[in-house]
């Protein structure tokens, strides 16, 4: 599934993807219900419901991009002519190398990137989506790395903030509540040195970071620190700041007990930051989460 989406957002003249293995047979675990109903007695070959199941849904997904009347010269599909009338939040993502993309070869395979490819799709420009990320920059330093400066030009509308592994740190770590202060401090300094489209403070996104498995090293982030605390820690801070929001990469990512396997597809070699697999679970997670909170704004998507 990952790897058919991710084709479907990186190689030209592909528009998009249908999933036929989530939203018609509800994934994995598959239903033993389901597997009797739809499909033959190899478990392999969809039936005859099966495939009404599987032409129903090419149907609706098609008539679902295709304009009622295209233009010969425009395409076809909604999410490759992003129309500037539409109403648009800027989301702007805030973090530190985890949420940047630090090691990845190529800009699309970014968090940032993937979510506003996967926005795109999914909700037709209604996101604009900036990456305002540093790199071994702790909380308290945020605002005097030149990343503050383009996050205050860009105003944006909803701030998704992930932060955790550079503070763990000795050399920044003091003690949980400092932690905690520090984070409050700097999401009040967002919302009073920022004002969206609307003339109001941007609405706040906590996020809790993957885990990390492997500690100190180049990076000297304290593995023990990071993913024992910083979960229950951003939690904390939630209510503190009035976010609107929570979204959890610790579980989506498995949790601190993450089978070898995953480890495998979904991190670099470095145990600490997202492969372009894990960058695109991360996006399609924050595409669920602010399609909600767009409709507080604007009443689409």
Request: aromatic share 10%.
């Amino acid at each position: 599934d990952l790897l058919i989406s991710e084709l479907a957002s990186t190689t030209e003249g592909v528009v998009g993807y249908i999933d036929l293995f989530n939203s018609v047979f509800g994934g994995i675990p598959l239903q033993e219900s389901t597997r009797q109903t739809f499909f033959d007695p190899d478990g392999v070959h969809p039936n005859r419901e099966g495939m009404k199941l599987i032409a129903r849904k090419v149907s609706e997904s098609i008539l679902g991009v295709v304009k009622e009347s295209p233009s010969p010269t425009q395409s076809p599909f909604k999410f490759l002519t992003r129309s500037e009338s539409q109403i648009s939040l800027k989301v702007a993502v805030v973090g530190d190398s985890v949420a940047s993309g630090h090691g990845l070869r190529k800009p699309y395979m970014t968090y940032s990137s993937r979510f506003q490819s996967i926005a795109d799709q999914e909700h037709y420009g209604v996101f604009k989506v900036g990456s305002f990320c540093a790199q071994n920059v702790s909380l308290a330093a945020f605002s005097e790395d030149p990343s503050w400066a383009k996050l205050v030009e860009f105003n944006p509308d909803i701030v998704v903030v992930q932060f955790g592994a550079v503070d763990t740190n000795d050399i920044y770590w003091k003690d949980d509540e400092y932690f905690l202060a520090t984070y409050s401090t700097f999401i009040e300094k967002i919302k009073t040195s920022l004002l969206g489209h609307n003339g109001k403070p941007p609405s706040i996104v906590l996020t809790i970071p993957p885990p990390i498995f492997i500690g100190g090293g180049l990076y000297s982030y304290n593995k023990t620190r990071y993913n024992n605390k910083i979960s229950s820690l951003v939690r904390s801070t939630a209510p503190r700041v009035k976010a609107l929001e929570v979204m959890d990469f610790f579980e989506l990512f498995g949790g601190e007990q993450l089978p070898g396997v995953s480890l495998q597809f979904n991190y670099q070699k470095d145990g600490i930051h997202p492969s372009r697999i894990g960058t695109r679970m991360m996006a399609i997670s924050a595409v669920d989460h602010l399609t909600n909170l767009s409709r507080k704004f604007t009443g689409q998507v």
